[in-house]
């Protein structure tokens, strides 16, 4: 064989090899082969006031020496692509894995746009939805932006992905991290392959992540319908050497709607994203850049590096917006648990996770000093990574009652919003531990010993957030849904706000009472209390087997649905049965 000759038939078994790593697909995961050879779907991301990123993928040329593939691209005003306002011809390139990007530009600011591809026989591509951001300093009414992070594949079902796509309402998908996983859990084989995939280490074998994970028809979906922005974490990249590191970080480039800040350093991935006079959107990077500096005066390492600090200090001071949101991949609030008499399965007995902001607590002190010396409010952290729901009031040293009061949130310095995982396992299903009553207060501590700052922790459910900003208030929600089989139920199971200048959580609290429908053939003690904030009790007396139906009323008479409360139909046991309604989570 001459060289060229064996060249080639190195790349041919790469190919081989790549495509029979699995041989059976498990559960609800295709490829979309009405639209081939664009079998991946279609998305766009990173949107600017006047240009926003279109994505595609087209089914590689066999030819390792094939220069590129013609792809068409058109983007247009409505979705039956008849108002078409631009369009071009480009090359997809093997050196890319077949993926394509555009930058399209010269467009209208915040307004929705359509867009296709289509190869030269005239095969095209499903119809994309985008939209642009304001123009920086307009005035917008309000905003709303979905918020993801922990999505992996193997652990259950994209129903979250499946909600938001569904929604013609946001502005921007925001996924914080581990869009990817690099490994299977091996508690949480929910939807995974014949054979069990590899770990992924070199380029071409994130390029196969990436193409596997776009089998499922619901992230193809939510990527169809809205314009993404992805941060990286740990396991969306390898970071075990440099050569690699760098081929992790370019399919994921490959693979997201996004830009490359910097084309001369693949690693740089913090930036701005501006949205009208509402809002700044600052994202960091907590990932490759801890460890390398050491902060000025403490002696001790940088989680940012000085210069991603230096950056995101001076996107701060510059803000004209009315809210500052500075997104990152980890919980950026304390969380300890030295007050917890349990000995936990997580942490180092001081702090609940000493990988992320707590284990690098002068960093974050310093940034929320500058934040409160530079009198800057409004500042909204979002955050992934743990795989639990967690909303917090910023603060230095919560424990110190002259600094933060933990019963009016006075003192605060902003709000964090930390939304569920998407589909990885939470404290039940990573840790063993299962759900029972008073497991907040036995391992958390919400009563204000360990956390006062603590708003809303929950542990067990899975789905995504909803950040709607307004000129007057931030609303964040959360939204769960099952993740181990396909449903289309949702449930809102809490709404925060935190108001113009107020840097603090408070919770829309509305009083409930309980009515009963069927008021023959038992008796029922007084509710107590009523009217109700959090939780209600009352004990009813009735026919042996008797089929009982409550429905929780709010005083303005509108009907809490009980199916959203996992209460509402029931058979008691014996003549005299109490029950707890908890209604956390509608406070």
């Known amino acids: 064989m001459t060289k060229l000759n064996l060249l080639a038939f190195f790349l041919f078994g790469i190919s081989l090899s790549l495509s029979a790593q699995w041989t059976t697909l498990p559960d609800r995961m295709w490829l979309d082969d009405d639209h081939a050879p664009f079998k991946w779907g279609v998305a766009s991301g990173d949107p600017l006031s006047d240009a926003v990123i279109i994505w595609t993928r087209i089914e590689g040329n066999p030819d390792s020496t094939a220069i590129g593939l013609t792809v068409h691209w058109q983007m247009a005003t409505d979705e039956a692509m008849t108002d078409v306002i631009a369009a071009g011809t480009s090359l997809a390139q093997a050196d890319d894995d077949w993926t394509f990007k555009i930058d399209v530009a010269g467009l209208q600011p915040h307004t929705t746009y359509y867009y296709r591809f289509s190869d030269p026989s005239g095969n095209m591509s499903a119809i994309g939805r985008t939209k642009t951001a304001p123009e920086t300093g307009t005035p917008i009414p309000s905003l709303k ?14 129903n979250a992905y499946a909600r938001i796509a569904e929604r013609n309402d946001l ?3 925001i996924h914080l991290g581990d869009y990817i996983y690099d490994f299977v859990d091996a508690d949480e084989q929910v939807r995974v392959p014949e054979p069990t995939p590899i770990d992924p280490q070199f380029k071409h074998e994130f390029w196969q992540r990436h193409r596997y994970y776009l089998h499922d028809p619901d992230l193809r979906g939510v990527r169809q319908q809205h314009p993404f922005f992805s941060l990286w974490d740990n396991h969306d990249i390898y970071k075990n050497n440099e050569t690699d590191l760098i081929g992790s970080l370019e399919a994921f480039y490959n693979y997201l709607p996004i830009r490359q800040p910097d084309m ?11 949205y009208g006079d509402m809002a700044d959107i600052m994202f960091m990077d907590i990932e490759l850049w801890r460890n390398q500096d050491i902060i000025p005066g403490t002696g001790e390492n940088s989680l940012l590096g ?17 809210w500052r949101v500075i997104g990152n991949q980890k919980l950026f609030s304390n969380w300890a648990v030295d007050h917890v008499p349990l000995e936990l399965p997580f942490g180092d007995g001081m702090v609940a996770d000493p990988s992320a902001w707590d284990g690098f607590p002068a960093e974050r002190a310093r940034l929320l000093t500058f934040l409160r010396d530079n009198g ?3 500042n909204v952290v979002i955050s992934g990574d743990i795989h639990l729901s967690v909303a917090a009031d910023l603060v230095i040293n919560p424990k110190d009652e002259t ?3 933990g019963e009016t949130g006075e003192g605060a310095i902003g709000v964090e919003f930390l939304p569920a995982s998407v589909t990885r ?3 039940d299903e990573t840790l063993g531990i299962n759900p029972t009553p008073g497991l907040l207060d036995g391992l958390i501590d919400l009563s204000n010993e360990g956390n006062p700052h603590h708003r809303y922790i929950e542990l067990f459910y899975h789905g995504y957030g909803l950040l709607e900003l307004q000129q007057d208030s931030a609303i964040a929600q959360y939204w769960y849904s099952d993740k181990l089989e396909v449903v289309t139920e949702e449930t809102m199971w809490q709404e925060l706000i935190v108001r113009d200048g107020e840097n603090h959580w408070v919770k829309e609290q509305e009083t409930v009472s309980i009515e009963e429908l069927e008021s023959s053939a038992f008796s029922m003690t007084p509710v107590h209390p009523n009217p109700a904030i959090d939780n209600v009790s009352f004990s009813l007396t009735v026919n042996k087997g008797q089929e009982v139906k409550v429905k929780v009323i709010g005083l303005m008479g509108k009907e809490i649905s009980s199916s959203n409360l996992l209460f509402g139909q029931f058979v008691p046991s ?4 109490p029950i707890n309604l908890d209604l956390t989570g509608w406070a």
């Open 376 to 378: 800057l409010d409004n």
């Open 145 to 158: 932006f979905a918020i993801a992070s922990c999505s992996s594949v193997y652990s259950g079902y994209f």
């Open 574 to 577: 014996g003549n005299e049965t």
């Open 171 to 173: 502005d921007l998908v």
């Open 425 to 427: 396992g939470n404290v």
């Open 306 to 322: 000085q210069a991603q600090y230096d950056w995101l200090t001076n996107e701060l001071s510059n803000s004209t917006a009315h």
């Open 403 to 405: 600094e933060y009061d």
């Open 264 to 274: 001369a350093n693949p690693k740089q991935i913090y930036r701005t994203l501006h």
